[in-house]
């Protein structure tokens, strides 16, 4: 499974980005689904996740502003951030866990920056 993220760059605080990742290999069997961030510096963190059942979870940091979604292919999964705020300037990742061969999958990094 490969995991290709898309859409990120420069926006001013309170703007909107749509974040895109398109998994492809084997990829129609994947469970959870997610986005991760790393700001400069820090720890990867837990920015917001989907199952395959659509349930989702949320970085209380996010909670509100941004919303995940995955295409009816569930091949497609979406980060729609609005809102933003300098402190979410980082590279979100896109994962994937393919519950029946119990591993994960990570995307190469797309770079968000929010200007103050």
């Known amino acids: 499974v490969q995991l290709q993220a898309s859409g990120g760059g420069l926006v001013p605080a309170g703007g909107s980005l749509r974040l895109s990742c398109l998994a492809f290999?084997?990829?129609?069997?994947?469970?959870?689904m997610a986005w991760y961030r790393q700001p400069s510096g820090k720890q990867r963190e837990l920015v917001a996740s989907?199952?395959?059942?659509?349930?989702?979870r949320y970085a209380d940091s996010v909670k509100g502003r941004f919303t995940i979604s995955r295409g009816d292919t569930q091949t497609m999964l979406y980060l729609q951030m609005n809102s933003l705020k300098p402190e979410d300037t980082a590279t979100y990742y896109c994962?994937?866990?393919?519950?029946?061969?119990?591993?994960?999958?990570w995307g190469r990094g797309t770079l968000v920056t929010v200007s103050s």
């Open positions: 290999g084997s990829a129609t069997s994947l469970t959870t």
């Open positions: 994962y994937a866990y393919r519950h029946d061969w119990m591993q994960p999958f």
């Open positions: 989907i199952g395959n059942d659509g349930t989702t």
